[in-house]
Structure formats: structure tokens, C-alpha cells
């Protein structure tokens, strides 16, 4: 059976905002090396949007090779879309949810093949709160943003879960990976 990995960056104070972090090659690269072990990412319409950023640096690289790796595994990674606005997507590796979170997420991690990643935080507390959350990758920048989207507001119950493993980046950025237990 599929796994569910949560994976999300964060600040020190436990935001999620992308405007607060500045992931550094080291970071794109795990990202890159994570999204290529992966089979779907699961993204809501924010972040979803958020990603397309990366869609025109496959025809045209920037430069970077860490973020141009990230463009091409980003590119190629099936998506799935859950949103109550968008009406298509035009991103050929990406499709609208036609089910809901919980009946998709079940579907999915039936069927053989990678990992189901999750990286936008309204479906990681959903998926929290359904239990179907199997890993979290709670990437901790050194940054205290003061305010913004906190990650863990919504959660329904109390929650424990088991340290699995640390990474540290150069950056000071941490690396943590839990167990939820169930």
C-alpha cells in the first residue's frame, strides 16, 4: 500500500508562507529527490497555483540546476487538484479531484506504485484529521515570520507523533521526520 507523506516548509514559528523562507539549492534539491520518489502530489488550488510558477522553466531553464531539476521532477510529477473554483487545469501532468479528499486519498493509496506526497496545508489537516496521514516532513526554516498561515490551527485531536529521523541543511533549515501514531 501507498504511503501518504505530508512534506511542507515552515517557519521557526510555525507558518506556512513561501514569501518567508528562501530555500537554498541544498533544499531544492531534496525537494527534487523527494518529488522524484514520489507517485502524485496532492495540492489544493492555492498551492497548486503557487507551483505553476515552475511550469515555464522546463522549455526555458533558468540557469540553476537545482531549480531546474526541481522545474523537470515538478513537471513530470502527476497532480491532483482539489479545488471548488477551478473548473480545468492546464497543466498536462495535473488533473481536477472528482472525489473528495478521503475517497481520492483511499483510491490512490490502493493502487500500486509511489508515494502519495501532500504539500498544501489545508489538505495536510484534512488528511490529519482522517488519519490518513502515514509520514509528516516538517521542513523548519530559521525564520520567525510573526504571522501567516499557521499549519496546525484546524486540527480536530490531539495528535502524537514519533521522531523517525532529522536532516540539516547548511542553512540552518531542519529537517524533521514523524510518525504519526495510530
Known amino acids: 500500500m501507498r504511503k501518504v507523506i505530508a512534506a511542507i516548509n515552515m517557519t521557526l514559528d510555525g507558518f506556512c508562507d513561501h514569501t518567508a523562507v528562501n530555500p537554498d539549492d541544498e533544499i531544492h534539491e ?8 514520489g507517485g502524485v502530489a496532492l495540492y489544493g488550488r492555492t498551492t497548486y497555483q503557487l507551483m505553476e510558477y515552475w511550469k515555464p522553466f522546463v522549455q526555458k531553464p533558468m540557469g540553476n540546476k537545482a531549480m531546474d531539476d526541481f ?9 491532483v487538484v482539489f479545488s471548488h473554483t477551478l473548473k480545468s487545469v492546464d497543466w498536462e501532468s495535473a488533473r481536477l479531484a472528482t472525489r473528495s479528499l478521503e475517497e481520492e486519498v483511499l483510491a490512490l493509496k490502493q493502487q500500486p506504485g509511489k508515494d502519495i506526497l501532500v504539500g498544501s496545508p489545508g489538505l495536510i489537516i484534512q488528511l490529519m484529521n482522517l488519519q490518513l496521514i502515514d509520514e509528516c516532513q516538517l521542513c523548519v526554516h530559521p525564520v520567525i ?9 484546524n486540527i480536530s485531536d490531539r495528535t502524537t507523533l514519533t521522531l523517525l529521523k532529522t536532516k540539516t ?11 504519526p501514531v495510530k
Open 169 to 179: 541543511f547548511g542553512s540552518g533549515a531542519v529537517l524533521l521526520y514523524y510518525e
Open 30 to 37: 531534496h525537494y527534487t529527490e523527494l518529488l522524484s520518489k
Open 71 to 79: 522545474a523537470v521532477v515538478m513537471d513530470k510529477i502527476e497532480k
Open 145 to 153: 515570520a510573526g504571522g501567516g498561515l499557521p499549519l496546525f490551527k
